[in-house]
């Protein structure tokens, strides 16, 4: 249902420009505003956290808040008057690489971090902050909070979505053997690491309209061999996703593992 002017993606990046409370400014309408002027099919957006605690740094911004809608609803007004860009949001939790300080965002944390969570207690990186291992509680919790940031996104007219899965982020802590040391039902086999991420990505699903494209960003390789994820791994994850109503996978890779983990 979506058709595109040519072939040429911004990706999302991290900006570190919201304000504390996780709403967008003028800048973020100069920055994406520029990008669409210069030509380009679509324009994704840094990841937008789903919740206050989901934010790479204070200085990342949200769909956590209904009050965040209208400064995205005046990004993507500008940039559908001005331009044939299309726009997409990228909705993630940051999982074991929040509460980072701004630029350095998961390599620095800040003084008094905030909790963190992930799917197992296993820091992002190896001198990092140990997170709590997520409950079925927690799970619920950002499940839903998922649900609503997408909602919120289709309030502010964005044409497509997407849902961060990879680079050690929350849904990919789960997805990925480096991260994830579960003994449950969300740990050990593929299916089991896949189900809580599946489970997300089908309630996003079913609250994003079914004309507009849905996306899923993964690490499609861990880059430490057999012991993490490879890419016949992803391929077997993403029809997973495809039988779900997931209509396209942003194939990236890496950031899961510490770097002292990482084969030369």
């Not at 849902?163 to 089991?192: C, E, W």
Request: aromatic residues 6%; contains cysteine.
């Amino acid at each position: 249902g979506l058709n595109l002017r040519n072939r040429i993606v911004v990706g999302p990046m991290l900006t570190y420009k919201a304000r504390s409370d996780g709403a967008a400014t003028d800048f973020h309408k100069v920055h994406y505003g520029c990008r669409a002027l210069g030509g380009a099919g679509v324009v994704m957006m840094e990841m937008l956290a789903v919740s206050a605690d989901g934010r790479v740094s204070p200085a990342c911004p949200g769909l956590y808040d209904d009050a965040h809608v209208e400064h995205w609803r005046t990004i993507n007004a500008f940039v559908h008057e001005h331009s044939a860009a299309k726009t997409c949001a990228q909705v993630g939790h940051a999982g074991a690489r929040a509460a980072g300080r701004p630029q350095t965002a998961g390599d620095v944390l800040l003084a008094s971090p905030q909790e963190l969570f992930s799917a197992s207690p296993q820091p992002w990186k190896s001198d990092g902050k140990r997170p709590r291992e997520m409950t079925r509680e927690d799970m619920h919790h950002i499940r839903d909070a998922f649900v609503a940031a997408t909602l919120r996104a289709r309030e502010a007219g964005f044409d497509m979505l997407e849902v961060q899965a990879g680079h050690g982020f929350l849904l990919s802590s789960f997805i990925t053997p480096v991260m994830n040391k579960r003994t449950d039902a969300y740990g050990g086999s593929l299916d089991n690491r896949l189900s809580y991420p599946l489970e997300v990505v089908a309630a996003v699903r079913e609250a994003w309209p079914a004309h507009r494209p849905l996306a899923v960003r993964l690490s499609a390789h861990d880059w430490v061999g057999p012991a993490g994820i490879m890419p016949i791994d992803a391929v077997d994850i993403a029809r997973r996703l495809k039988a779900i109503g997931v209509d396209l996978i942003d194939v990236s890779a890496g950031e899961t593992a510490p770097n002292d983990e990482r084969p030369v």
